[in-house]
């Protein structure tokens, strides 16, 4: 028996246990052929790692979310499995919407003897908590497709300033390349745009810069309408977080955790580690 952290992004999903760590892209196809690895989801087999990303918002019924999970238990060496993972903050709250999710998880493996959902975000908190004692701090964890805000005051939860904005850096990446193919007159592609970020190209770097910039002044606007404080300090987390930490550090003087791609499967662990304190 053992803890599985599994944080089921809609960019890439990170996993760990006692014994290990390992990370994958958050893509899944239909297998139409004779597959070494394939799992079974809802009664279709899906090859996971390849094919597309399935943007759909609730991740409770999104079948290559739930394929990736599955991904991620195969590459575990336990005979039992107690699983921790998360949701976005506006599904976190939505209880019937948890139990669904932790419903669709059990059922994919008789090995499931266990399942807690966790609200993303939070749980990174969990992985630098010191860092958070005698601060007020909005916490922003940009992921694939959503972005988790909330606000902690000395290490706890303000609670109703959790929130999810979806402007991942799925749909930062959507206008980049927009925005180059309309400015370069010539052809990019959704999953060539990450690359980019590190080109030596001033006409193609200028375009990525006003799109960003664009991109975190909305991320500021959301953040005054939804009445957030002003003048506080800014944590961010999570993979998006990581690509763009000059932008953050920069522009908006936030603050990056040293390992920010690992703390939200980092403080699901841990959190699993109290709930399940015997299965270490």
């Not at 010191?130 to 606000?151: A, F, P, Q, R, S």
Request: glycine letters at 8%.
């Amino acid at each position: 028996m053992g803890i599985i952290s599994i944080n089921n992004g809609y960019w890439a999903t990170k996993v760990i246990t006692s014994k290990e760590r390992f990370i994958f892209d958050s893509k899944a196809e239909l297998a139409t052929d004779e597959y070494t690895n394939t799992f079974l989801v809802d009664g279709t087999n899906y090859k996971v790692g390849e094919g597309r990303r399935d943007i759909g918002l609730d991740k409770s019924a999104n079948n290559i979310q739930l394929a990736c999970i599955s991904k991620a238990l195969s590459k575990s060496t336990y005979d039992e499995y107690k699983i921790i993972t998360s949701l976005p903050a506006n599904i976190y709250i939505n209880k019937e919407g948890r139990e669904k999710y932790a419903n669709n998880i059990k059922v994919l493996n008789p090995k499931i003897k266990d399942v807690k959902i966790y609200m993303e975000g939070a749980a990174a908190q969990l992985a630098d908590l010191e860092w958070y004692k005698g601060k007020l701090v909005v916490l922003i964890d940009i992921g694939g497709l959503t972005i988790n805000i909330m606000v902690f005051e000395d290490g706890k939860l303000v609670y109703g300033t959790q929130d999810t904005l979806n402007l991942g850096t799925i749909i930062l990446d959507n206008r980049i390349r927009a925005a180059l193919t309309s400015t370069m007159c010539d052809n990019f592609t959704d999953y060539q745009i990450p690359y980019l970020f590190n080109t030596d190209d001033n006409k193609i770097k200028k375009v990525i810069d006003e799109e960003t910039e664009r991109y975190f002044s909305e991320i500021d606007q959301e953040l005054k309408k939804k009445g957030y404080p002003s003048g506080v300090e800014k944590r961010f987390t999570g993979g998006g977080s990581l690509r763009l930490k000059n932008y953050i550090e920069n522009i908006l003087h936030g603050y990056v955790g040293k390992d920010p791609v690992w703390e939200n499967a980092e403080g699901q662990f841990m959190l699993g580690s109290v709930v399940w304190p015997y299965e270490i």
